[in-house]
């Protein structure tokens, strides 16, 4: 059974700077389609960025040049570092494959005020 579990967020004014954590047990990130999602307060869950097994990624264009998502082979773990953060990144960061079909962590929650 694959468990993730998701660190790092916290509360940050408007242009600062989160790096985001997710730690898989039961699986090994690096020979996965992995992805980082969002889900705003009363809104869906949205894709923000994805890696893959070989190393290309993609973030979402509206996140493009601020975002930036990687690995860390040895520590199995997936990274997001956000940079000039906006009111509108709040929301409940998620890790996953992607398509996500392992069971979801609890996420870490991102807040920027204004």
Not at 59 to 76: L, Q, W, Y
Not at 89 to 113: E, H, I, K, L, M
Request: positive net charge.
């Amino acid at each position: 059974q694959v468990q993730l579990v998701e660190s790092g967020g916290g509360l940050v004014q408007a242009g600062g700077s989160l790096r985001l954590s997710c730690a898989a047990s039961g699986a090994i990130i690096k020979n996965n389609y992995m992805g980082w999602y969002r889900q705003p307060p009363g809104k869906r869950r949205e894709l923000v960025a994805r890696i893959m097994a070989g190393g290309n990624y993609y973030v979402v264009e509206s996140m493009k040049g601020r975002f930036n998502i990687s690995r860390d082979n040895a520590k199995n773990t997936l990274t997001l570092l956000m940079n000039s953060l906006k009111p509108e990144d709040t929301a409940v960061y998620y890790c996953n494959r992607f398509p996500a079909d392992w069971p979801w962590g609890q996420g870490t929650q991102v807040t920027v005020s204004s």
